[in-house]
Antibody, heavy 121, light 111 residues
């Protein structure tokens, strides 16, 4: 059973960089075959795909966030990470890491529990 | 404004059938890309409900079904139960954006 767990600060100041890490257990990032995504959920709004990474470090980002987003992978730790720069209050959301999110026919089948990140001074 | 369009809310009485629509375009649902559906209960992470247009993961009741036609898809829930009250999202891949797109979500209320 694959499990994902997000970790990182719950409070970030405006203009700073949001950094989150997702630790994967029950499966290996380096085994290939899957894309690994970051997705966020703004309070009272819908889900927004942020981007994904493959174990080879191939990435794709949401065009609306592309200039501020970096997703990286550390296969030795079985982790992948999100960095979102120059944050504003509009970036306050619950952030999820998940398996899937590409053009796969299998959907996004495993999700982390989510972590609330608040942008405030 | 979400790339995929869903009704904000639907409702039905216990035992009834409801459907939730998801409308996209030729660069996502209308192309070769599959549609997936998720159920999100309050305070929890989304759960994969339907994958590959009309497939249920193990453990999902057969009361849930879905279909895709042209640039639209729909989720049907029969025999509504109180526990089905949740937010439902459709998701696909968009070739113009080179990434995943979601619907805005539909809140299902069981009367």
């Amino acid at each position: 059973q694959v499990q994902l767990q997000e970790s990182g600060p719950g409070l970030v100041k405006p203009s700073q960089t949001l950094s989150l890490t997702c630790t994967v257990s029950g499966g290996s990032l380096s085994s290939g075959g899957y894309y690994w995504s970051w997705i966020r959920h703004h309070p009272g709004k819908g889900l927004e795909w942020i981007g994904y990474i493959y174990y080879s470090a191939t990435t794709s980002y949401n065009p609306s966030l592309k200039s501020r987003v970096t997703i990286s992978v550390d296969t030795s730790k079985n982790q992948f990470s999100l960095r979102l720069s120059s944050v504003t209050a509009a970036d306050t959301a619950v952030y999820y890491c998940a398996r899937g999110g590409s053009f796969s026919s299998y959907g996004i089948d495993y999700w982390g529990q989510g972590t609330l990140v608040t942008v405030s001074s | 404004q979400s790339v995929l369009t869903q009704p904000p809310s639907v409702s039905g009485a216990p035992g009834q059938r409801v459907t939730i629509s998801c409308t996209g375009s030729s660069s996502n649902i209308g192309s070769v890309f599959d549609v997936h559906w998720y159920q999100q209960l309050p305070g929890t992470a989304p759960k994969l409900l339907i994958y590959g247009n009309n497939n249920r993961p193990s453990g999902v009741p057969d009361r849930f079904s879905a279909s895709k036609s042209g640039t639209s898809a729909s989720l049907a829930i029969t025999g509504l139960q109180a526990e089905d009250e949740a937010d439902y999202y459709c998701q696909s891949y968009d070739s113009n954006l080179s990434g995943s797109v979601f619907g805005g979500g539909t809140k299902l209320t069981v009367l």
